[in-house]
């Protein structure tokens, strides 16, 4: 099947693979990619800034996490990610961060060094250390490896790369407590076992995602894999699982401002031709990627179809502005 792509500032990608002997599936990607302008609001990307792409490699944010390449397996819902620091507005030892946009609203409470300190007999955590920026990444939540084994680290399978996380009280003393805690479950104790919370990339390899797509079958000492609960989302499972339909998002605590702006429709549609039949499609808001270190905005749709592989056949979709006539196909071709 080929793709023609009639639409300024896109990126699309038409992936497909063979669901049987005689059935294609595909899985139309398009992104388009935003400029955040400083009163709020998008707008176009600021000169000087990459355009939107279509993710072929993994694609590296540093400390805050990867973005793994675009599949042809769906999201459950549309996935949220958000790329950027905990900004007080002065110097403080605690904050909060908050993230709001359709049934989502995650808050995330942020706190300065810590460790635990030895009063009376009992570990209690010192007072937060003073701060003016917080890298909202998994190094500062809850998690990490324990050193108490000879053979090794122990990982916390839900977050190797954060802190906090201890087997024995001994390796507790004056080590570090996360930075990062949900408002729900604060850490009171030194062996307390919190999920880790966090707005970046979650691997999916970690614990939080492969408890919900992997299911022991203790009776057949076996596993049932389960892709359909999320296996190829790419968000943190508290930002991802639901629909997010066009409206407005908030992001609270990290920066100067709120940060607010209108996630719009999806401005293109598909339109697909198979042998004699077309039909026109939309697309559905996949993920929404906001890189508040950039002031950048990518907003991916997608929309998944299978067709009957016949030789010879005419087989096209062409991506289209909504309500625009499009180009003449001899034109696109």
Known sequence: MKLFVDAPSIAAALLRTERDEHTMLGALVVRKR?????????G??????PPAEIRYETVGYGDYGEMAVDEIPPRNGTDVIVIGDAVPPEKVVATRVEVEVGPYHVAIDVLGDRVWESVLGALVASSPKPFTRMPIT??????GASSVSEYGPIPWFKNPRGKGYYIKSSEAKDGPLPNLESPNARIKQWDDRPDPVGLAPYPAEWGLKWEKYIEPIPEKEDIEIHPDRGMYDRAHPLLTGKPVPPG???IRGMGPKLVQFEIPPCPVEARIGVGATSAVRDLELEEVLVDLREGLVD???RKMFRYNLVAY????????????KPSSVQELR
């Open 138 to 143: 998994y190094a500062h939540a809850y998690g």
């Open 313 to 324: 056949e005419r087989r096209e979709t062409f991506v289209v502005e909504k309500g625009k």
């Open 299 to 301: 907003l991916t749709w």
């Open 44 to 49: 176009p990307v600021p000169e000087g800034k």
């Open 34 to 42: 935003f400029g955040l302008r400083e009163g709020g609001g998008l």
């Open 248 to 250: 407005p998002m908030r």
